[in-house]
């Protein structure tokens, strides 16, 4: 790959940081797009991406400003925005009986209305160059609902139809938007589940064993390179075997 600029959103988290890591391995210039973190977590991340071509930019995906404000700094010190991975997940698990409305609007707003917000204000210009790369991080309970999490599913589910969607639209202009859905993936959002939750989830698992941040980067990669150009519209299941369907 050339010098194509990459935006990971959620980009010092579990997945997104190992997504950064593995683009810029793959010879992207990337820019991790998160919340402001604290200095000690900012310096923590900027070790872990020593030798790697990884700068942060804070950046709040629920709000449309912020947003705006991230992509023009990325363009002002680096240039236009060729890769977007839309990363920035949240969950706030209730039964619907208990689900509050913040609950549900919280979620929708960071793993939904976020990718609308953020590929708006990257698909006119990947048009105009005649070249972009589009993936929505969704989830296996996207595809299958998960009990106590009717607003995680909605919102990753709602990722496929937003995803095939806009590929249909921008498939003419060089632009590919695909998802991944992962299943179980240790991460920090995965290690809060209780052990016994845990270990019921491996023995649903084919291959016998969680899932690592890198088996989803090395699909992003994957999806993000110049040669996957008629590879658009696909959810791109990565969940060793968790839910297998055509
Ligand atoms: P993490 O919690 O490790 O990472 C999520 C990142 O998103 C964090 O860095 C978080 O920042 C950031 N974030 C949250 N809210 C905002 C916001 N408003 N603006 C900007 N950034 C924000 O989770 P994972 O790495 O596990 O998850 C990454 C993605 O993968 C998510 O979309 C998740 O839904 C999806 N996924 C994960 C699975 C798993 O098993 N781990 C399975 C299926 C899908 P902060 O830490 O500061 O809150």
Redesign the pocket.
Known sequence: MTSRIALV????????RETCRQLAQAGLRVVA???P?DAARREEFRAAMAGFDVDFQP????DPASCAAAIAAIEASHGPVDVLVN?????RDATLRKMSREQWDAVLS??LD?VFTLCKLVVDGMCERGYGRIVN?????GQTGQFGQTN?AAA?AGMHGFTMALAREVARKGVTVNSI??????????EAMPDEVKQQVLAMVPAGRI?E?AD?ARAVVFLCDERADYLTGVNLPVNGGLFISF
């Open positions: 959103t959620g980009g010092t988290g579990g997945i997104g797009g998160d919340l973190v950046m709040d995906v629920t990363g920035a997940g949240i969950t960071v793993n976020s991080i969704s989830s296996v309970n995680y990753k859905s992962p299943g179980y993936i240790r991460t920090a959002m995965t899932g941040a989803i």
